[in-house]
């Protein structure tokens, strides 16, 4: 009987464990769905689990309301305990791959879509095929996401850091064109100037600062865009609808060169150039997951070495 009662006992404890690092992730995340996503569970799971918790201890964790979230003091006092709860199994996981020859554990990156042909991805393949014990999610968007929200262990990025929050190394570097279709800059006629680009429509990039500089041996022009119908939150987004003829806008040389090639977009103020641009990997300071951000990260810089 004693048996049965500390069998039953160990049963709602394994439950109890699973829902606190599900609780811990919401509390995090702020919702139940970005919870969901991080932990590859669906929102009703999500949800199951957190009200059962609630219903065997008869408290309420989270005020709830159809547009935010927020902890009870009782959630507040749980999540403490919670945290430490996840962040010690983190800890004891992250301890055992530093010590094995064979690193096992779990990778979630997020990097820019048009870069899942570029060395930096290749990089990442490699990363996996080295380490078979290592299960890796790669999230290819162009959107900039919160890492620690969406429970990412590492992002590669474009441009300059802004997140001080954030721990950055340069990777590599990208080029980078001014361009449009040609029967875009049949309506618009000769430009010949950065001053003429007042008169054109830009395709915007919601990802992208729309001010940029323009360079010419020792000229320095900032261009700022006055003219957009258009906003798009993707690369090949701006690139299908330069292609359609629908405007201006500084392109990717790798997702553009066959289009330039072809005649089908053309360089616009070809004696001006654009500065390359840089590709960072960034990731939380505090993450726990440091042994393999740090094996992917020298695999990324062995990268930008070769």
Known sequence: MNGNFAVSKA?????????????????????????????????????????????????SLFHRSTRSLSLTNEGQRLLTAANRMVEAAEEGFD??????TDPAGTLRISAPAFLMNSPQVDALWQFARRYPGVSV?????????????EGFDMAIRLGAMTD????????????????????????????????????????????????????????????????SRLLVNSISGARSALLAGLGIQKMPLSEVGADLASGKLVEVLPDWSL??????????????????VGLFLEALLETSRS
């Open 137 to 149: 999610t790669l999230c290819s968007s162009d959107e900039q996401i919160n890492l620690v929200a």
């Open 95 to 100: 301890a055992i791959a530093q010590a094995s």
């Open 164 to 227: 001080s929050t954030l721990k950055s190394r340069k990777i590599g570097t990208f080029e980078r064109v001014l361009v449009a279709a040609p029967a875009y800059l049949e309506t618009v006629g000769t430009l010949s100037s950065p001053a003429d680009l007042a008169r054109c429509n830009f395709v915007l990039l919601d990802m992208l600062p729309e001010r940029f500089c323009l360079v010419r041996a020792e000229e320095q022009v900032t261009v700022q865009p006055e003219q």
């Open 275 to 292: 500065a390359t641009s840089n590709i960072y990997v960034v990731w939380p300071e505090s993450s726990r997951r440091g042994t393999l």
């Open 11 to 59: 049963i709602l404890m394994i439950d109890d464990l699973r829902a606190l690092a599900i609780f811990a992730k919401v509390a995090e995340a702020g919702s139940f769905s970005a919870a969901g996503r991080s932990l590859r569970l669906s929102t009703s799971v999500v949800s199951h689990h957190v009200k059962a918790l609630e219903t065997r201890h008869g408290v």
